[in-house]
């Protein structure tokens, strides 16, 4: 069994040197991460150490290992090929039990800057609560139980869900993690404005309730035993020795289950050859002919292609995250909220470039600027059928965090005006400058379209706000005008209406411009 153990650390190690031979600027990379990573673990040890002593210390040392553990459990299922021993079904052919192959990954999986980097914060945070020699010796004592925790945390849930890492839906939760680490860093920067004016005394209830889950109990224990509590502190130590006994128990199962049970993906499904039944769904509800059948191809395309997903997933969490944050903070403005309308008006930027090289079935149907019409018509309406109810969410959660709500209808309004006139510059947009978004990787922009890109979205937004001008002059005129008080209900049927009539003017238009190039759309979509 150590002979096992040795060869799949000797493997990592292979496959961490026989990557970096692949070319120099990988080299160059690895090292430059690795260099930061350390750096930026030994600030954290500073600083984790420079809070000895303080009387508030235990509320930042134990849920910033929870937060350490949390984030080896997530790790994996955004960024599932950063590892490639994470894949056990590679070994599947070998003759191989499950219980020396958990010991020997769990030995390989502290080989890289993840672990030293863990390895640091642990040693800061367990430093930074111990006093007296017994809370030495516990401190030194946690360490490597708390960072086996966050490692067999890590291959307990890759291994739990290798089949999906492996499939479609596995690809758009890396499409996705960007946004994840987006909407994380804006969570964290909330919290810390938060505790910025409270202090840390907040975080103490917190820490009281993570003080017996592990990893974090194990640290909490070092505090506890510093404190002269010793049968507490073997009680915190137990919680985290049964956790990681539990954690390797369910990853054994899991292995076991993963490597003797068949690919339900390769099996073919109950029922093959009997008579299919009409789907029923949310479609059924759809309206009849091309517009219908328009709305439900665009609908699928948000839900199951992970660009498009990842679009629209970004635009909805931070038309929320920035008007509902601001308010929060009692730093913004109700009309915040019409940054929610803008973020999904965009979405109607480029409408053909996520058919890419398929859109050459979009056009063999459109022979006429009557049916481009209805095709960027149902578009449209696919894209009001999320939109409208989600602006109006937005308006409201907005309006009552800042307690105006006799603003609530101009808001509503120049919501739907903003969003009508992006809809009208989004349809015009794409006819005029599409381009091309490559199926693979994290470019949003085909090589070379770059200038397209720009033109599209950012020159689409500039001539929606100036067709929003109206409507804007209005609202100004009724807040300055000493008779307008009172009236700015007139705005919620005002902005309607006008944005309406923008977006059915600007269809017209780009219908045309669309029947007539064809061609030249289908060129600029399907490159890269």
């Not at 804006?186 to 409270?198: D, I, K, P, T």
């Not at 903070?329 to 090289?357: E, H, K, R």
Request: glycine share 10%; proline share 6%; hydrophobic share 55%.
């Amino acid at each position: 069994m150590t002979n096992l153990t040795a060869a799949l650390v000797r493997l990592k190690l292979s496959l961490l040197r026989n990557g970096l031979r692949q070319s120099g600027g990988r080299r160059a990379a690895f090292v430059a991460s690795a260099v930061v990573t350390v750096l930026f673990a030994l600030l954290q040890l500073l600083g984790l150490l420079a809070l000895h002593g303080h009387p508030h210390a235990e509320a930042v040392a134990v849920p910033g290992t929870a937060l350490l553990a949390l984030g080896w459990a997530v790790l994996p299922l955004f960024f599932p090929t950063g590892d490639e021993t994470l894949d056990p079904t590679r070994l599947v052919m070998l003759p191989l039990r499950p219980r020396p192959l958990v010991r020997a990954l769990l030995a390989a999986s502290l080989v890289g800057t993840g672990p030293l980097f863990t390895l640091l914060v642990l040693a800061g945070c367990a430093l930074s609560l111990a006093h007296g020699p017994a809370g030495y010796l516990c401190a030194v004592a946690v360490v490597v139980p708390s960072l086996l925790v966050c490692v067999a945390l890590a291959r307990a849930v890759a291994t739990a869900n290798v089949r999906l890492l492996s499939s479609r839906k596995g690809r758009d939760l890396a499409v996705l993690s960007g946004l994840v680490i987006a909407v994380g860093a804006q969570l964290v920067n909330f919290g810390a404005q938060r505790l910025g004016s409270a202090g840390l005394r907040p975080l103490q209830p917190v820490a009281d309730v993570l003080a017996w889950v592990p990893p974090a109990s194990a640290v909490a224990a070092v505090g506890t035993a510093s404190e002269g509590s010793y049968g507490v502190a073997a009680a915190q130590l137990a919680v985290t020795g049964a956790g990681l006994a539990a954690l390797i128990t369910l990853w054994a199962r899991s292995l076991t289950r993963l490597m003797t049970a068949p690919d339900a993906s390769t099996l073919p499904p109950a029922g093959t050859g009997s008579r299919s039944r009409p789907a029923a769904g949310p479609g059924r509800l759809l309206p009849r002919g091309r517009t219908g059948t328009v709305m439900e191809r665009s609908l699928r395309y948000i839900w199951r292609d992970p660009k498009t997903k990842a679009a629209w997933v970004a635009a909805l969490a931070i038309g929320l995250i920035v008007p509902v944050f601001n308010a929060v903070q009692g730093t913004g403005s109700v009309y915040f909220a019409c940054f929610a309308a803008g973020m999904l008006g965009i979405q109607m930027y480029n409408q053909f470039g996520q058919d890419g090289s398929a859109f050459w079935m979009v056009a063999s149907t459109i022979s006429a600027p009557r049916d481009a019409y209805a095709e960027l018509r149902g578009r449209a309406l696919a894209l009001l059928l999320v939109t409208l109810p989600y602006a109006a969410l937005v308006t409201v959660l907005t309006t009552a965090l800042l307690g105006t709500w006799e603003r609530l209808p101009e808001v509503l309004g120049l919501s739907l005006a903003l969003l009508g006139a992006m809809l009208a510059t989004g349809a015009w947009t794409s006819a005029r400058f599409p381009y091309s978004i490559p199926q693979e990787g994290h470019r949003n922009v085909a090589p070379g379209q770059a200038g397209l890109a720009w033109i599209s979205i950012f020159g689409g937004m500039i001539a929606a706000a100036l067709l929003c001008s109206p409507v804007i002059a209005l609202t100004v005129w009724l807040h300055v005008s000493a008779d307008g008080t009172g009236w700015g209900w007139l705005l919620l049927p005002a902005g309607g209406a006008y944005g309406t009539g923008l977006t059915l003017v600007g269809l017209r238009l780009a219908a045309p411009r669309t029947a007539a190039r064809l061609p030249e759309i289908l060129t600029a979509v399907s490159k890269g």
